[in-house]
């Protein structure tokens, strides 16, 4: 059985602790009804005791609670424990089984099917259950005033059971459904957990499979870029650079991309399967933008776009690596590639959080492709392989980031990068820069 994460556990202590405050409260307040408005005689030291005993008990679940120690399954069994031997003994200088409030031990019961839903759940049945039995013969009865025994029928002690046994019904049940409610959104947050965790494992699997192929790919693909070099160096032999222009700047142009090609392979080959967070270093939030930027350009010269008046403080700064660079550029490429008009690049700070917005004008990501963006390999251009987009996305995630994407009208996706900040120790200090692009 899975258990439940210590976050889970310490939830369902708190909830335990308020029950039990409450349930205190709610038995002293009967208490002193039933013998200063009823005038039932009852042990009111004896049932003091075992109130004070209880709000100890709730006191030291305080200071677990806030003493930062893991909550254990056995803790919260022994909480349980704790609340059905208490209010044992509670009936039993009450009434016993004849006290209309018996079936509160219901509620622990309840609370342990949720919790535990195991043998420790029967357990908890069975000693319930046998207390009960006890309970029959062995307790303190009732002591009514000699008036309420005329007339059972009437308004002697049977109708005060009875209405005793409704005010603990209407009791019961709210405290039923207030916990169990409390615990149901608590299993599904846990459902929730588990279920991004094994996205967050699946994920990682397709990582690993993917930083494989690429360290083949870059080994197998060295023999034919240098036959590639080769070949090249040759084109231009015997070909006069006068009468030949265009073969000569063709020429440079395919040198220009296998040296492209080379230091690309190199950097695959020497950070695959390596986490570069540690060799990032710390730049500012406005470099940061520039260098991308600039790198884009230095990748991709024909591509059009608009970066938007912005503000960003002059001490906002994140972590730079290699790997979240090529994450950026990449979602700038897939911008670039799907729309004709300029893209569009804006940024802010908000929140300690680096928001970065890229919009294209495209045909625009569907619904379901927005759902599937990031959890699996997908494409939506025609001789696309989708690698380049869930490299992205799981790049920006695994620096602490988070990219969501949003249909734009009439056409075109809206990119939405979101990046951690170093905390500012300093004045923030705004600087205001404006740049346009349309070349």
């Not at 392979?265 to 470099?287: F, I, K, P, Q």
Request: hydrophobic share 45%.
């Amino acid at each position: 059985m899975l258990k439940p994460p210590s976050s889970s556990a310490l939830r369902i202590l708190r909830q335990l602790y308020l029950l039990r405050n409450l349930t205190i409260a709610l038995i002293a307040l009967l208490v002193v009804a039933a013998v200063f408005w009823l005038d039932i005689r009852l042990p009111v030291m004896a049932l003091s005791i075992i109130l004070l005993v209880m709000a100890s008990t709730n006191g030291l679940t305080w200071w677990l609670i806030h003493s930062g120690r893991p909550v254990t399954e056995t803790i919260l069994f022994s909480q349980l424990l704790v609340e059905i031997f208490s209010f044992a003994l509670i009936l039993y200088f009450s009434g016993g089984a004849t006290n209309p409030f018996t079936f509160f031990f219901l509620i622990p019961l309840a609370i342990s099917a949720t919790v535990f839903p195991d043998h420790r759940t029967w357990l908890l049945t069975a000693l319930t259950m046998l207390l009960y039995t006890v309970l029959l013969v062995f307790y303190q009865p009732l002591g009514f005033p000699m008036s309420d025994h005329s007339g059972m029928n009437s308004s002697g002690a049977f109708s005060l059971h009875v209405l005793g046994m409704w005010f603990g019904f209407m009791v019961s049940a709210l405290l039923l459904s207030w916990f169990v409610t409390h615990l149901s959104q608590e299993l599904k947050r846990r459902d929730r957990a588990i279920a991004q965790a094994r996205q967050r494992e699946l994920r990682d699997q397709q990582m690993v499979t993917l930083g494989t192929l690429a360290a083949g790919t870059a080994h197998e693909l060295g023999s034919p870029l240098a036959s590639v070099a080769i070949i090249s160096d040759d084109i231009t032999e015997g070909f006069d650079r006068a009468q030949y222009p265009e073969l000569f700047e063709q020429q440079a142009l395919l040198r220009q991309q296998v040296q492209r090609c080379k230091e690309i392979l190199s950097v695959l080959s020497s950070n695959t399967g390596e986490s570069r967070a540690d060799a990032g270093y710390r730049m500012a939030a406005e470099d940061f933008i520039q260098t991308i930027i600039q790198q884009w350009q230095q990748q991709r010269p024909q591509a059009r776009f608009q970066l938007a008046p912005t503000t960003i403080p002059a001490t906002a700064s994140l972590l730079f690596d290699t790997t979240l660079s090529q994450a950026l550029l990449n979602l700038l490429n897939n911008a670039a590639d799907v729309s004709d008009d300029p893209i569009e690049i804006s940024s802010l700070v908000e929140a300690d959080r680096l928001m970065l917005d890229i919009r294209d004008h495209g045909q625009g990501f569907s619904d379901e492709q927005i759902a599937l963006a990031g959890e699996t390999v997908f494409s939506s251009k025609p001789d696309g392989m989708g690698i380049g987009l869930f490299l992205a996305i799981t790049t920006i995630r695994r620096c602490g980031g988070e990219v969501r994407f949003e249909r734009c009208q009439p056409n075109g996706t809206r990119s939405r990068i979101q990046l951690p900040l170093f905390p500012q120790d300093e004045t923030v200090k705004t600087e205001t820069r404006s740049l346009d692009h349309d070349d």
